[in-house]
T-cell receptor
Framework: GAVVSQHPSRVICKSGTSVKIECRSLDFQATTMFWYRQFPKQSLMLMATSNEGSKATYEQGVEKDKFLINHASLTLSTLTVTSAHPEDSSFYIC?????????????FGPGTRLTVL | LAKTTQPISMDSYEGQEVNITCSHNNIATNDYITWYQQFPSQGPRFIIQGYKTKVTNEVASLFIPADRKSSTLSLPRVSLSDTAVYYCLVGPIKAAGNKLTFGGGTRVLVKP
């Protein structure tokens, strides 16, 4: 398998502040990482695809100026929630693709619980 | 991306075998089938992946019929700790960057 970490695991912030979440691939290099959001009792929703050295690709309905993504190296992608509001409270999960043989499999981080007061 | 359909929930008892069937009628030739397990407040964990026939690893088996329009995840002798949501995903995975679309998943409850 492959290990993906996220930091922090949980964060509480005040409305209007910005929060940065880090996603790291620990034992492999990932040219592509993905960011998901999951609300309680719901499935994961893809927010954006993070590409190393280039701009992220956002899914329809996701504000790129609110959710800033930076993929500065092959092992690190960051998601910054700018001017957070209570409706941004959610579980944010990243994933990274690792090639095993002739297939690519996505491995997920443990998630970050964001609570905006 | 091929759409998948799974049962919303399933109940089982410790020691039993659990089989979860996923329908993916419009699966494409280059699509693979991947199953993930998710516990509350954790990221999904990769379980198994396959293209056709049968794949087995230390935790599960995946059965895929010849037409590949469905697949069945088999969990042998489940325990309480197997209570989780199980997601079936279908998509091409021969190149980095292939997006995954999660469906609703199957909520499995293992009872003592």
């Amino acid at each position: 398998g492959a290990v993906v970490s996220q930091h922090p695991s949980r964060v509480i912030c005040k409305s209007g502040t910005s929060v940065k979440i880090e996603c790291r691939s620990l034992d492999f290099q990932a040219t592509t990482m993905f960011w998901y959001r999951q609300f309680p009792k719901q499935s994961l929703m893809l927010m954006a695809t993070s590409n190393e050295g280039s701009k992220a690709t956002y899914e329809q309905g996701v504000e790129k100026d609110k959710f800033l993504i930076n993929h500065a190296s092959l092992t690190l992608s960051t998601l910054t929630v700018t001017s957070a509001h209570p409706e941004d409270s959610s579980f944010y999960i990243c994933s990274a693709s690792n090639r095993l043989g002739h297939t690519d499999t996505q491995y997920f981080g443990p998630g970050t619980r964001l609570t905006v007061l | 991306l091929a759409k998948t359909t799974q049962p919303i929930s399933m109940d089982s008892y410790e020691g039993q075998e659990v089989n979860i069937t996923c329908s993916h009628n419009n699966i494409a030739t280059n699509d693979y089938i991947t199953w993930y397990q998710q516990f509350p407040s954790q990221g999904p964990r990769f379980i198994i992946q396959g293209y056709k026939t049968k794949v087995t690893n230390e935790v599960a088996s995946l059965f895929i019929p010849a037409d590949r329009k469905s697949s069945t995840l088999s969990l042998p002798r489940v325990s309480l700790s197997d209570t989780a949501v199980y997601y079936c995903l279908v998509g091409p995975i021969k190149a980095a960057g292939n997006k995954l679309t999660f469906g609703g998943g199957t909520r499995v409850l293992v009872k003592p």
